[in-house]
């Protein structure tokens, strides 16, 4: 008998292998560098009724190939199914879902808020305990990059929005695999 | 041309117009058939006939523009049907595009979400690499239909054509053919393990040409079959093991069975909503093997238990040898042959026969059935001819059922039609078409002329939307909206004025006699076949019904 097939298959013991796996998933798309691939990509969730929570696109070292990182809600969408809707896609070369525990992700904000004197010191301390940095300074606004995880930022929206969030500007999580010794 | 010849093609089916004119001035020379259809939505749909009825790769050509999108229900067609079929059209010249110049249209944009895949040409260098590259992604892995858009200045442009020496390598196209051998082990001692197992089989058994091994694996012990609507023919109707269709017109066996049984194992096929009906309590009590060549199809909409992904082809065989290495004893079937043996007895399908030579849409079919022995490509629009025929004539053989099955698409049988018999002229190739359904496409009577494609069309006439109609009286308090289809046209006469033959049946007593005359005909005809006007269907699951919930056939009652 081969090693790993029991001898005997009782029906009662099979089971469905689970679907959703309730946490936010980070994808990270390699694609081949060509006219309309990001459009079969974003189309095919529009189309299957997946919702990407945020998408980022970009070069790799490769000039051919470019990637694609999008997150997605791994509660309302089963993301086996949606991996294997994207392979069938021919531009598609390869899809890592990034284990969380294995992989840094970062995005990059940039918050316009409102600053007027009395408020200024408090804004600039925010930044510094976020290890944000003041980009543009204006008579009524700061201009402040913060780049960390999507929970950084969310928190560093919480802090400054009650002074006036003028405007805010998130390019979406992009993620690497953890380097092994 | 040199590249599709390349490919082996040896007949297309298209219109030209500006944009293509380059490829139709090098057609002119070229030692391959074009089909001069008379609408591109024919066109797409004779190369999907055309491809159904052979296994090879239908090509379909149309202009930009207007041709283009005319192109795309067929394309879509063939993406719900998995049809290998390539596209070509026409685009308007490259510097042109993106300016709404004369017949432009954005054709890959608008066909994105249903092709397999799609080529922009950019380069006229690209095209012969594209050519090949678009008949292996369509004929390869889960067939599908691919585009290939070729502005009109680069199909002009002359180029060296070197013949291909290396296969077709595509980075992101791998399909797995094999099937994991463990999967495939532990599926066989399922099956042993099983009471009640019943064969779920699909389009992808007729894709894969796998009958003969899906023959094998179900004689390997009893193992009773049913087949979808894109499977008919795969597994012999005439077979003792054969349960009929399953589905939303299926029959209470086939649905009955899938309902109580403890195993499925389904073969290339995709657990759509018309098999399932309600997803929630569909077959309560099974485990689910699922075969299939696309990944993606499994636990989609049903949740498998043993996924196995590979080519039927090549995944049956050793299924069949595992599973006969076991050396099980069948005795352990014979319960589950006797409820099934039971419900076959007790609910066959059935018809209130006609009365006073009137025609009943079933007995059109039987009758068909007899006067082309059974053995011709029949072809259907979408409606209750279409159900009528998969349930009553009775295919025993692959490839011989031509409809449009996922997509639904009426206008789809006389299209089909036409390039079956390109595909295979020494068949005998007959369309069962709808009076609703013929209408969309009758223009293709002229190409069946012209062209001299003698194909049987058999009108199955009972002037309404017949399917819609059942609906509204069923579903919707015999609210009759916009169904009744009035005595236009003169169908035989229609026929004449395209130079088809037309004939007319309207009693029982000659109709095979007629339809005997119809085939021995050496040109292709439109019979006028006038039914019962308001048969329903059955049986039936009504929509968003379990399968053991099956309506059938008012006995004894009136019809109509």
């Known amino acids: 008998m081969e090693a790993g097939t029991p001898q005997v298959v009782k029906l009662e013991d099979l089971h469905v292998a689970g679907q959703l796996s309730g946490r936010k998933h980070i994808l990270s798309i390699l694609v081949e560098n060509k006219p309309g691939v990001l459009a079969r990509v974003a189309g095919l969730f529009s189309r299957r009724g997946f919702n990407i929570d945020t998408l980022a696109v970009g070069p790799t070292d490769d000039p051919s190939v470019s990637r694609i990182t999008l997150t997605l809600d791994g509660a309302v969408h089963p993301i086996d199914q949606v991996t294997k809707q994207l392979h069938k896609l021919v531009n598609v070369l390869k899809i890592r879902d990034m284990e969380p525990e294995e992989t840094v992700a970062r995005e990059m904000a940039l918050f316009k808020v409102s600053s007027a004197v009395e408020n200024r010191a408090e804004i600039i301390q925010f930044a510094e305990i976020f290890r944000a940095k003041i980009v543009d300074v204006a008579r009524r606004t700061m201009t402040i990059e913060v780049t960390g995880s999507a929970d950084k930022i969310e928190a560093f929206e919480r802090m400054v929005r009650p002074h006036g969030l003028v405007e805010m500007v998130r390019t979406g999580e992009i993620a690497i695999g953890r380097g092994h010794d | ?560």
């Not at chain 2, 595509?170 to 099956?191: D, F, H, M, V």
């Not at chain 2, 049956?316 to 419900?343: C, H, I, M, N, V």
């Open chain 2, 1 to 560: 041309m040199e590249s599709l010849k390349a490919e082996g093609v040896k007949d297309v089916f298209g219109i030209p117009g500006g944009a293509n004119l380059p490829t139709y001035d090098a057609l002119y020379d070229a030692d391959f058939r074009h089909v001069q259809v008379r609408h591109e939505q024919g066109g797409g749909h004779a190369a999907e006939g055309y491809a159904k009825a052979s296994g090879r790769v239908g090509v379909a050509f149309a202009t930009s523009g207007p041709g283009a999108t005319n192109l795309v229900t067929a394309i879509a067609d063939a993406m719900m049907d998995s049809t290998p079929t390539v596209f070509i059209t026409g685009q308007v010249r490259t510097e042109l595009i993106g300016t709404d110049g004369f017949q432009e249209a954005d054709i890959l944009g608008a066909t994105m979400p249903f092709v397999k895949h799609s080529f922009a040409v950019t380069d006229p260098r690209q095209i012969p690499e594209y050519v090949h590259e678009a008949f292996h992604v369509a004929s390869t892995g889960r067939p599908g239909p691919v585009l290939l858009d070729i502005p009109q200045d680069l199909s002009r442009a002359d180029i060296d054509y070197l013949p291909r020496t290396e296969p077709v390598e595509l980075p992101g196209y791998k399909p797995s053919t094999e099937g994991n051998i463990k999967q495939i082990r532990i599926a066989a001692k399922a099956l042993a393990s099983a009471r009640r197992p019943i064969f779920y089989t699909g389009g992808g058994v007729v894709n894969a040409n796998a009958s003969e091994e899906l023959r094998e694996l179900a004689g390997s012990d009893r193992f009773p079959v049913t087949s979808t609507l894109m499977g008919l023919g795969a597994f012999p109707a005439s077979s003792d093991r054969f349960l009929g269709m399953l589905g939303m017109h299926g029959t209470v066996a086939a649905n009955w069975a899938m309902d109580r049984a403890d195993l499925i194992v389904a073969i290339g096929a995709r657990f759509d909503d018309r098999i399932t009906g309600k997803l929630d309590e569909f077959a309560p009590h099974a485990k689910v093997i699922h075969i299939d060549i696309d990944p993606a199809e499994i636990s989609k909409n049903v949740g498998a238990h043993i996924p196995i992904v590979g080519d039927v082809k090549q995944v049956l065989p050793k299924l069949t040898r595992e599973y006969r290495a076991l050396q099980t004893d069948s005795g352990r079937l014979e319960e589950w042959w006797s409820t099934l043996e039971g419900w076959k007895d007790a609910h066959p399908l059935y018809y209130e026969a006609g009365k006073d030579g009137e025609i009943k849409p079933q007995f059109m079919i039987e009758a068909l059935h007899r006067a082309s022995q059974g053995d011709a490509i029949v072809t259907s629009d979408v409606g209750q001819h279409q159900m009528w025929t998969a349930q009553y004539y009775g295919f025993d053989k692959p490839r011989r059922w031509i409809n449009s099955g996922g997509l639904g698409t009426m206008g789809f049988g006389l299209p089909s039609a036409i390039g079956a018999k390109v595909a295979c002229p020494s068949e005998e190739v007959v369309c069962v078409a709808g009076d609703g359904s013929l209408i969309m496409n009758v223009q293709e009577l002229a190409t069946c002329v012209t062209e001299q494609v003698p194909v049987k069309v058999f009108l199955m006439n009972n002037g309404y939307m017949g399917m819609v109609r059942q609906w509204q009286e069923l579903f919707w308090d015999r609210r009759y909206s916009s169904v009744d289809m009035g005595s236009s046209p003169d169908w035989v006469k229609l026929a004449e004025a395209f130079g088809a033959k037309g004939m007319r049946c309207e009693s029982s007593a000659d109709l095979e006699e007629q339809m005997v005359a119809a085939l021995e005909h050496d040109g292709p005809v439109l019979m006028d076949v006038r039914v019962a006007r308001e048969e329903n269907c059955y049986p039936m699951i009504p929509p968003g019904n379990a399968a053991r919930d099956m309506v059938e056939a008012p006995r004894g009652a009136v019809s109509g």
